[in-house]
């Protein structure tokens, strides 16, 4: 597997029983497939990649939005510390690790903050830059097998999609269930309903 792939060679042939495959071709279109969802979630290339997420903290700020959730625009893997600035004074107060929850809670990477029913405040503060994280924020880490199963499966359908149109001439149409040709552009409908598990605004991965 390329670096910024997120699947192998062998995961397209697995899906094309019987098929002689182009090994050039088919690293060329695992790679497209890669960038396009890349691209669908805005992210730079390679972010859901084994071994992409920083090893070192980043400081990122976020706008508050007054409710007891707070949506990430980003993927948070680890928390070193959680600020807010209540008032939009610049000054920001840390929270201690019990004022709030990381969700999903069972696994990273993490994409909403819930705040605890413990903590002395109710809601995050509806103020522009109001918190402030130190953490690793990435998509994921580890080996190959760290490529979340969504991302990956999209990948696959993507690549044989790509690699079975360059073998029709790059004819992107299809007969739907009433014999009417159908044509699909960018990622197809089933992708796209997969990656809807993983976007950046609260969606459980």
Same mark, same amino acid.
């Given at each position: ?47 859901? $990649? $084994? ?20 949506? =990430?625009?980003?993927? %948070? =893997? ?29 696994? $990273?990477?993490?994409?909403? %903050? ?21 953490? %690793? ?25 790509l690699y079975k149109m360059g073998a029709q001439a790059f004819e992107d149409g299809a007969r739907g269930d ?13 992708? =796209?309903?997969? %990656? ?9 991965i």
């Amino acid at each position: 597997m390329a670096a910024n792939s997120y699947c192998t060679s062998q995961n397209i042939i697995d899906r094309l029983p019987g098929v002689s495959v182009a090994p050039t071709i088919l690293t060329s279109c695992i790679e497209a497939a890669s960038r396009m969802i890349d691209n669908h979630f805005g992210y730079p290339a390679g972010y859901f $990649a $084994a071994g992409a997420s920083p090893a070192d903290d980043a400081v990122k700020y976020f706008d508050g939005n007054g409710q007891a959730q707070f949506w =990430l625009d980003d993927m %948070l =893997l680890n928390v070193t510390t959680l600020e807010i600035d209540s008032d939009g004074d610049g000054t920001y107060e840390a929270l201690a690790a019990t004022d709030y929850f990381l969700h999903p809670y069972n696994a $990273a990477p993490y994409t909403s %903050l819930k705040v605890s029913n413990s903590s002395d405040i109710s809601v995050w503060p509806k103020i522009q830059q109001g918190i402030k994280i130190t953490g %690793l924020f990435g998509g994921v880490a580890g080996d190959v097998t760290a490529v979340p199963a969504q991302i990956r499966e999209a990948t696959i359908e993507t690549a044989t999609r790509l690699y079975k149109m360059g073998a029709q001439a790059f004819e992107d149409g299809a007969r739907g269930d009433m014999g009417q040709i159908v044509y699909t552009k960018g990622l197809h409908p089933t992708v =796209l309903e997969i %990656l809807d598990n993983v976007r950046r605004h609260g969606v459980i991965i």
